[in-house]
């Protein structure tokens, strides 16, 4: 039950650029800290697309404080930070929660109003919980729909046990559905 908490996200977005000021402000956060691989782009872009640097550069606007923490190499890190200028953490073992911490820090931010957003339950919405910090989830960028489905499913599937088994119980001739041939056996087969 608590490891079903730890991985479910308070939010679901479509993609990283739905996290928009709006948003942070009206849900009280200041700082964000967002996963790179496939939340911000695939592994493949080395260098940060011109659409991830205007985001950035909005939220940073609006006074939001951005860093992000990666589990890849510092080489990769640092290439794609270059042109952004943020807080970057690389190598940062998610879902240990040391390295979210440490962003925390280098925001001096606090994790109440800080956001964290990223592509993975197991990594980063648990390294997320353990930190202390709400989390938004975005499906990866790559392999974008079949994925989001898992991760969707991975969520509705104790709910939709829970909700059927309460449901069965409430009516259960509305859940026992006969299959067609018993059918034709009690209605008797039709007369030429
Ligand atoms: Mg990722």
């Known amino acids: 039950m ?5 991985l479910t996200p308070k939010f679901i ?9 709006e948003f ?7 700082s964000l800290i967002s996963d790179i691989d496939n939340t911000l782009a695939p592994y493949e872009i080395t260098e940060a697309p011109r659409e991830v640097a205007d985001w ?7 006074g939001v404080k951005l860093a992000l923490v990666s589990n890849n190499h510092s080489d990769r890190v640092e290439k794609f930070n270059s042109t952004l ?8 073992k998610k879902p240990s929660a040391k390295y979210i911490e440490k962003a925390l820090e280098s925001l001096d931010a606090k994790k109440e109003s800080t956001l964290f957003l990223g592509d993975q339950l ?11 910090l709400d989390c938004a989830i975005v499906p990866p960028i790559k392999d974008k729909k079949n994925l989001f489905f898992k991760v969707k499913r991975l969520i509705e599937r104790p709910y939709m046990k829970k909700f059927s088994k309460k449901f069965s119980k409430k009516f259960p001739k509305k859940l026992s559905k006969k ?12 007369k030429n």
Do not use: I
Request: hydrophobic share 40%.
């Open 2 to 6: 608590l490891f079903e908490k730890m």
């Open 13 to 21: 977005f479509g993609s990283y650029s739905d996290v928009t000021p």
């Open 24 to 30: 942070m402000t009206l849900n009280g956060y200041t």
């Open 56 to 62: 950035a550069r909005a939220l940073k606007d609006s």
């Open 85 to 92: 200028g943020l807080p970057a953490f690389s190598d940062v």
């Open 122 to 132: 197991l990594t980063d919405a648990l390294a997320a919980h353990r930190a202390g």
């Open 179 to 190: 299959p067609e041939t018993e059918l034709v056996k009690e209605r008797g087969m039709p």
